[in-house]
């Protein structure tokens, strides 16, 4: 059974067609990537995973994506949960205008951590995951925003992991790091 899929899926902004007939099968436990040209609709398919285009305002779903067999546009599905499950990390880092803890410590405080010990583990642990520690363990308290820009993207990745997703969609996310940086996030 595949992990993630997708059958008949047209996607609207308003009137345009933005994706047409979209059917493919992701399996678990594995890499998938998708190549295309510039404006094809790459990001568009992503972020419809783990529903981030309910925040297009005129935006409209056909067909049906599914992970793990479960319709993830029923109505039953319940979205912060969904985004629990799948996380995402985009091209362009988008560090929340907050401290760099609050930033990674967002996720686990939306579903349900208090505890500031438990937190300051998963803090930790993802920004080393995200090969950030070093370079900001002593500004945690500092905005996200005050730091280069390939920093606030490996922050994005490490507030990502913080929510220990089963799947992480990276959006184009290594392009802004150098050769060094991208093999340590990624080890």
């Not at 994506?65 to 799948?86: F, P, S």
């Not at 220990?164 to 996310?173: G, L, N, T």
């Not at 802004?176 to 990624?186: A, F, H, I, P, S």
């Amino acid at each position: 059974m595949s992990k993630i899929s997708v059958k008949n899926l047209d996607l609207y902004y308003g009137d345009f067609k933005a994706l047409k007939n979209i059917n493919l099968e992701i399996e678990p436990n594995k890499i998938t990537a998708f190549i295309g040209p510039s404006g094809c609709g790459k990001s568009t398919l992503l972020k419809s995973i783990n529903r981030m285009n309910d925040l297009v305002e005129g935006c409209k779903i056909d067909g049906l994506i599914a992970l793990d067999g479960e319709d993830i546009y029923g109505n039953n599905m319940d979205v912060n949960l969904l985004r629990k499950r799948v996380g995402m990390v985009f091209q362009k880092a988008n560090p929340f205008p907050m401290s760099i803890y609050d930033n990674v410590a967002f996720g686990p405080r939306t579903h349900g951590i208090h505890n500031k010990a438990q937190l300051d583990e998963i803090v930790e642990k993802s920004l080393r995951d995200a090969a950030i520690w070093d370079e900001v363990k002593d500004r945690l308290k500092k905005s996200a925003l005050g730091v280069s820009g390939g920093q606030q993207q490996r922050i994005c990745i490490a507030r990502a992991l913080a929510a220990q997703p089963q799947h992480i969609i990276f959006d184009e996310s290594f392009s802004g790091l150098d050769v060094t940086l991208k093999k340590q996030v990624l080890d």
